[in-house]
């Protein structure tokens, strides 16, 4: 079947102009993360929906960020007024209820000009 | 809360030989499960293994194993017969049980492994 897709692949945008980034799990996935990983980094959580519960935002580096998921499948994460530190690839993954293992979609590269 | 740590930025292995990633955690939690996942330069992440804490046996998958010290908080991939498809950024990775009501996970900052020719 389909794995988790994200688009766009690639993203150049100027410094405080708003982005979009968008992410489709895997069908009947009620699991979706968000991360992002800076250039030789590791994984930095952002955000967690399951199911129909309140996301657990603890993530968001600032203010900026958001993200929501409509009709518990795509989810949209939105970055305002982008930054040069917000420069980075955003990873998407999904997981079935209760089932630890996540797939991950091929990110999105975002570069702040 | 919960940290994970990889403290070999880069390791290299001649093909066919093995080679060990370390990965120490902290946790107060008893219940959890630990991962590793490949990133090759496509930057698809892949699983590769995962261990859960209540299980004594170390997990195995083909090449992949690990050793899985619980009480030393340690958490080392072993690469057997090292190919160069095997060469990628390995990340070893925590999340908490599902007693703790959370499924976040919490990654170390990786080790990019070369395979030698």
């Known amino acids: 079947g389909a794995g988790v897709s994200q688009s766009p692949s690639n993203k150049v945008t100027e410094k405080g102009k708003d982005v979009e980034l968008r992410c489709d799990p895997i069908?009947?996935?009620?699991?979706l993360y968000w991360y992002r990983q800076s250039l030789g980094q590791g994984l930095e959580f952002l955000i967690y929906?399951?199911?129909?519960?309140?996301?657990?935002k603890s993530g968001l580096p600032s203010d900026r960020f958001s993200a929501e998921r409509t009709g518990g499948s795509v989810s949209t994460l939105t970055i305002q007024r982008t930054q040069q530190e917000d420069s980075a690839v955003y990873l998407c993954?999904?997981?079935?209820?209760?089932?630890?293992?996540?797939?991950f979609g091929p990110g999105t590269r975002l570069t702040v000009t | 809360a919960q940290t994970v740590t990889q403290s070999q930025p880069e390791m290299s292995v001649q093909e066919a030989e093995t080679v060990t990633l370390s990965c120490t955690y902290d946790t107060s939690e008893s219940d959890y499960y630990l991962f590793w996942y490949k990133q090759p330069p496509s930057r698809q992440m892949i699983l590769v293994i995962r261990q859960e804490a209540y299980k004594q046996q170390n997990a195995t998958e083909n090449r992949f194993s690990v050793n899985f010290q619980k009480a030393a908080k340690s958490f080392s991939l072993k690469i057997s017969d090292s190919q160069l498809g095997d060469a990628a950024m390995y990340f070893c990775?925590?999340?908490?049980?599902?007693?703790?009501?959370?499924?976040?996970?919490?990654f170390g900052t990786g080790t990019r492994l070369k395979v030698l020719a």
């Open positions: 990775a925590y999340r908490s049980g599902t007693t703790s009501g959370t499924y976040k996970y919490i």
């Open positions: 069908s009947g996935h009620t699991a």
């Open positions: 929906f399951q199911g129909n519960s309140a996301p657990d």
């Open positions: 993954a999904s997981a079935r209820q209760g089932i630890y293992e996540q797939y």
